[in-house]
C-alpha cells in the first residue's frame, strides 16, 4: 500500500505525495509550488518523482508542474478538457490509469472548473480519493466556471463512494467550513463535536485531512441537501418553499459565498 504524505505550500494548500516504499517511486498531486517538492527529494535522494497529477488548471494547483517536469522527467497526468501545462496524458471521465502500481479510476466533477477531475483508488481495505478543489472538509470549491447543477452532481458522485474513503483534498479550509457548518446546522451535534476536535488541532497547528466520505455526509452541508433541516435554513434564505436538491445545494453555496 502507498503512504502519503502532505508538503505544505503557500498559505493552506497541501501538495499529496503519494509514496511506493517498496520501489521509492513517489508522485505528486496539484503542484503549486515545486520547492516543497524539490526539498522533500533532496532530503531524499533515493527516491524517484515518476508521476505529477493534476486536477485542475488553478495556478495553485499547476504552478511547480513544468520545473518539476524538467528537474525529474515525472510524467504529467491531467484533465483533457483543461490547459495544463506540460501535460503527458490527457485523462477522460471513467479512464483508468496505473500510478505507483495501483489502478485509479479519473472521475470527472465539474463545477469549480469545467474540467476538473478526481482521481480514486477502489480497495476493498482502504480506498481513496484525491478530490483536488472539489470536496473539502465540511465543504465544497467555489462555483467560479461551473453551475451549481455541476457541483450537485459531482458531490452526489463522491458522496455514492464507499464510506471508509480517505479523502485527500488541497487547502486546510475545515475549520472555516465547519463554523458555516454549524451555522446552516446548529442543532447537528456531529458537526459542533468535529468543530471542537478540528479546534484542537489546528490550535496545534496539526492538519485536519485526510477526512472520509462517512464523516462528510454527516457533517458537511453541501452533501446534505437531503436532510430536512438543511432543506429548511435553504427555504428561508431563499424565500421559496419545496427546493429541489440542487436548488437548496444552489441556497447553501450563495450563503456561503457571503458568510
Given at each position: 500500500?502507498?503512504?502519503?504524505e502532505a508538503l505544505p505550500a503557500f498559505t493552506d494548500n497541501y501538495l499529496?505525495?503519494?509514496?511506493?516504499?517498496?520501489?521509492?517511486?513517489?508522485?505528486?498531486?496539484?503542484?503549486?509550488?515545486?520547492?516543497?517538492?524539490?526539498?522533500?527529494?533532496?532530503?531524499?535522494?533515493?527516491?524517484?518523482?515518476?508521476?505529477?497529477?493534476?486536477?485542475?488548471?488553478?495556478?495553485?494547483?499547476?504552478?511547480?508542474?513544468?520545473?518539476?517536469?524538467?528537474?525529474?522527467g515525472a510524467r504529467v497526468w491531467g484533465p483533457a478538457l483543461e490547459n495544463?501545462?506540460?501535460?503527458?496524458?490527457?485523462?477522460?471521465?471513467?479512464?483508468?490509469?496505473?500510478?505507483?502500481?495501483?489502478?485509479?479510476?479519473?472521475?470527472?466533477?465539474?463545477?469549480?472548473?469545467?474540467?476538473?477531475?478526481?482521481?480514486?483508488?477502489?480497495?476493498?481495505?482502504?480506498?481513496?480519493?484525491?478530490?483536488?478543489?472539489?470536496?473539502?472538509?465540511?465543504?465544497?470549491?467555489?462555483?467560479?466556471?461551473?453551475?451549481?447543477?455541476?457541483?450537485?452532481?459531482?458531490?452526489?458522485?463522491?458522496?455514492?463512494?464507499?464510506?471508509?474513503?480517505?479523502?485527500?483534498?488541497?487547502?486546510?479550509?475545515?475549520?472555516?467550513?465547519?463554523?458555516?457548518?454549524?451555522?446552516?446546522?446548529?442543532?447537528?451535534?456531529?458537526?459542533?463535536?468535529?468543530?471542537?476536535?478540528?479546534?484542537?488541532?489546528?490550535?496545534?497547528?496539526?492538519?485536519?485531512?485526510?477526512?472520509?466520505?462517512?464523516?462528510?455526509?454527516?457533517?458537511?452541508?453541501?452533501?446534505?441537501?437531503?436532510?430536512?433541516?438543511?432543506?429548511?435554513?435553504?427555504?428561508?434564505?431563499?424565500?421559496?418553499?419545496?427546493?429541489?436538491?440542487?436548488?437548496?445545494?444552489?441556497?447553501?453555496?450563495?450563503?456561503?459565498?457571503?458568510?
Open positions: 500500500m502507498i503512504q502519503i499529496w505525495l503519494l509514496q511506493d516504499p517498496q520501489r521509492q517511486h513517489c508522485a505528486i498531486v496539484d503542484p503549486g509550488d515545486a520547492q516543497p517538492v524539490l526539498q522533500w527529494l533532496a532530503a531524499n535522494p533515493d527516491w524517484q518523482l515518476t508521476d505529477i497529477l493534476v486536477t485542475h488548471h488553478h495556478a495553485d494547483h499547476v504552478g511547480g508542474v513544468a520545473s518539476l517536469k524538467a528537474a525529474t495544463i501545462p506540460q501535460r503527458d496524458v490527457a485523462l477522460e471521465d471513467n479512464q483508468h490509469i496505473r500510478i505507483l502500481g495501483l489502478d485509479w479510476q479519473v472521475m470527472h466533477v465539474p463545477g469549480h472548473t469545467l474540467g476538473h477531475i478526481a482521481y480514486y483508488h477502489a480497495d476493498a481495505q482502504q480506498p481513496l480519493l484525491l478530490c483536488g478543489d472539489t470536496l473539502f472538509a465540511a465543504g465544497c470549491g467555489r462555483l467560479f466556471e461551473g453551475t451549481a447543477e455541476q457541483m450537485h452532481h459531482s458531490l452526489s458522485r463522491l458522496a455514492a463512494l464507499p464510506d471508509q474513503t480517505l479523502v485527500y483534498c488541497t487547502h486546510e479550509y475545515t475549520l472555516s467550513n465547519l463554523r458555516f457548518a454549524c451555522a446552516v446546522e446548529p442543532q447537528n451535534q456531529a458537526i459542533s463535536q468535529r468543530f471542537a476536535e478540528v479546534s484542537q488541532l489546528r490550535e496545534k497547528n496539526l492538519i485536519s485531512l485526510p477526512t472520509t466520505i462517512a464523516r462528510e455526509k454527516a457533517t458537511n452541508p453541501f452533501l446534505r441537501s437531503d436532510i430536512p433541516a438543511v432543506q429548511a435554513v435553504a427555504a428561508q434564505r431563499s424565500g421559496e418553499k419545496n427546493l429541489s436538491a440542487v436548488a437548496v445545494f444552489a441556497a447553501i453555496r450563495g450563503w456561503k459565498d457571503q458568510f
